[in-house]
């Protein structure tokens, strides 16, 4: 084999391993700082060995398909982000509808994501608002930050005026008949999103 080949393959086997190492999925400014240069990413990729699963995020052609796509890119693309409302629902199982898109509560101020794939919704959160409630859900090796479902209520509550009403009425119906109903929760976090009235009515004849 040639030098230069030889030189090729063991660059693709360091990268590799690094991909294999993180999980087999990497955003570009992770990769370089993992010692990966761009000509051998981007020789990867052409060589098929990596594939985009979207803007400046590649995983390893190999690996498993992933469980979770949406959840996991938006994850991996916009880490300060947290998997809120619908999507949360959805994935606590407590409603009956299908996110055409990703809804991702971002701290107010923040830098509005650029992702070709998947569509996402953001929705602005301040304080405790957007800080408490967060569960950690590692999906296809990489962590996912979600709402826990007695946030999401009240989120649902808080944004009733956009994902409407009847949403999250349902939702609250199926926490109850799917889920422990931990009461404290939803009272807790209800104060927190300053919904406690709108949903103490909701809450009482969950009881």
């Given at each position: 084999m040639p030098k230069n080949e030889t030189s090729r393959s063991g660059r693709f086997d360091e990268a590799i391993a690094v991909f294999k190492r993180e999980g087999g999925m990497l955003r570009?400014?992770?990769?370089?700082?993992?010692?990966?240069?761009?000509?051998?990413?981007y020789a990867l990729r052409d060589s098929g060995i990596v594939e985009p699963v979207?803007?400046?995020?590649?995983?390893?052609?190999?690996?498993?398909?992933?469980?979770?796509?949406?959840l996991v890119v938006v994850a991996t693309r916009v880490p300060q982000g947290i998997i809120c409302l619908i999507s949360a629902l959805a994935f606590h199982g407590i409603t009956t509808?299908?996110?055409?898109?990703?809804?991702?509560a971002l701290p107010r101020g923040a830098e509005e994501p650029r992702l070709d794939h998947p569509p996402i919704?953001?929705?602005?959160?301040?304080?405790?608002?957007?800080?408490?409630?967060?569960?950690?859900?590692?999906l296809d090796n990489v962590n996912v930050r979600i709402y826990c479902p007695e946030k999401t209520l009240a989120d649902c509550f808080k944004f009733r005026n956009k994902i409407g009403m009847d949403?999250?009425?349902?939702?609250?119906?199926?926490?109850?008949?799917r889920r422990e109903v931990k009461v404290n929760d939803l009272v807790r976090y209800g104060a927190i999103c300053r919904v406690a009235k709108v949903m103490r009515p909701y809450i009482e004849a969950i009881l």
């Open positions: 570009t400014g992770q990769a370089l700082r993992k010692g990966i240069h761009p000509s051998t990413l979207s803007r400046g995020v590649y995983r390893l052609a190999e690996a498993p398909a992933l469980g979770d796509p949406d509808q299908i996110p055409h898109e990703v809804h991702l919704a953001t929705y602005r959160f301040t304080g405790e608002a957007f800080s408490e409630g967060v569960e950690n859900h590692v949403t999250a009425i349902e939702a609250i119906r199926l926490y109850r008949e």
